[in-house]
């Protein structure tokens, strides 16, 4: 039996797996001191202030938290004024500071699992944080220089966190969100994320794989389809929350051997009150019969290994699991 990590990598080259990967089961996820000096408020919580200065909230029954964009509550008030408004906290700490975080890194069987630092939001996320999403898609197109500024300036940023991370945590890889679009589009035309986003994620990406940490696993649970090639020239080895809106086989089909796809079950779809183990296992099945054995995870598309309702994610797994037996025994 392979391990988990071996089954992943067979997955991912098209090869012998002998089961589908189960969702997150091969990659362990870990934090980083950047995010104990960062607010993030907790499920049903108060909402907090983070580092950036963005004013974030996690509603009751909601999946993630959201950033509070009240005009009071607004980071970058004019994004022609931009560098009056944002500050980029601190992005490199002590040895002091990373040694219990390496502690927990040091008990992970490499084996076993791969070890990828969680980093979120992304660039493209952290533009609407700090200016309201509704303003910032405005400003892509009314003031593109200041926005091409800002974006260099948040990618440096990033860039000096991965160097940390890859200095001190030598990681396999890196587990990233950025949310690039709704359930039916994406956020902003393929010519502009060409354009915008592609640069600085080349060299973010570009920056891990530079040191060490090959496996790029990017969260983004949405319609993309038409940003695929993107993803695969920034150097995206895992695509993570691709939704049913996205033509998944056909997608498998034409890009399967540069990019693997996670996701093909929409968390709305399994993840609510009054859930039942049925509806998990027929979407379980549906989407491994739709999808096949490579370049394929099951998963549900929530970007980490959780539920917004309680036993969801554990019996979706378990039901892949059961599924699995069933389809590799053929």
Not at 51 to 77: C, N, R, Y
Not at 83 to 109: C, G, H, N, Q
Not at 241 to 253: A, E, H, Q, W
Request: glycine share 6%; hydrophobic share 35%; charged share 25%.
């Amino acid at each position: 039996m392979l391990t988990k990590k071996q089954n992943l990598i067979e997955t991912m080259k098209g090869g012998n797996p002998d089961r589908f990967v189960n969702q997150y089961e091969a990659f362990q996820i870990v934090f980083h001191p950047f995010m104990s000096t960062s607010a993030m408020p907790n499920p049903g919580g108060p909402n907090v202030v983070n580092a950036w200065g963005v004013t974030l909230s996690w509603p009751e029954g909601m999946p993630g938290q959201f950033p509070v964009h009240t005009p009071d509550k607004i980071v970058i008030k004019d994004i022609t004024h931009w560098k009056d408004y944002v500050k980029k906290p601190r992005a490199t700490f002590s040895d002091a500071e990373w040694e219990p975080f390496l502690k927990v890194v040091e008990e992970i069987d490499r084996d076993e699992y791969f070890v990828l630092p969680f980093v979120a939001p992304g660039i493209f996320e952290m533009t609407h944080f700090l200016g309201e999403i509704q303003n910032t898609l405005m400003n892509f197109y009314e003031e593109p220089e200041c926005m091409m500024d800002l974006i260099k300036y948040l990618t440096e940023w990033e860039l000096e966190l991965a160097e940390d991370i890859c200095k001190h945590m030598k990681p396999d890889g890196v587990f990233h969100h950025d949310d690039w679009g709704s359930q039916a589009s994406t956020f902003i035309s393929p010519a502009m994320f060409e354009e915008f986003l592609l640069p600085a994620y080349k060299q973010i990406y570009g920056c891990y794989k530079e040191n060490g940490a090959e496996l790029i696993v990017h969260h983004s649970d949405s319609y993309a389809a038409t940003l695929v090639p993107y993803m695969i020239d920034m150097g995206i080895n895992i695509w993570q929350g691709v939704m049913t809106t996205n033509n998944i086989p056909d997608l498998i089909k034409k890009y399967g051997k540069q990019l693997t796809f996670m996701g093909g079950i929409d968390s709305a779809k399994i993840d609510y009150e009054g859930w039942t183990r049925e509806a998990i296992a027929k979407e379980v099945k549906r989407a491994c019969d739709e999808n096949g054995k490579n370049y394929f995870i099951p998963s549900a598309s929530q970007g980490l290994a959780m539920s917004t309702f309680p036993g969801v994610y554990e019996t979706t797994s378990e039901e892949i699991e059961k599924y699995s037996k069933i389809c590799f025994s053929k």
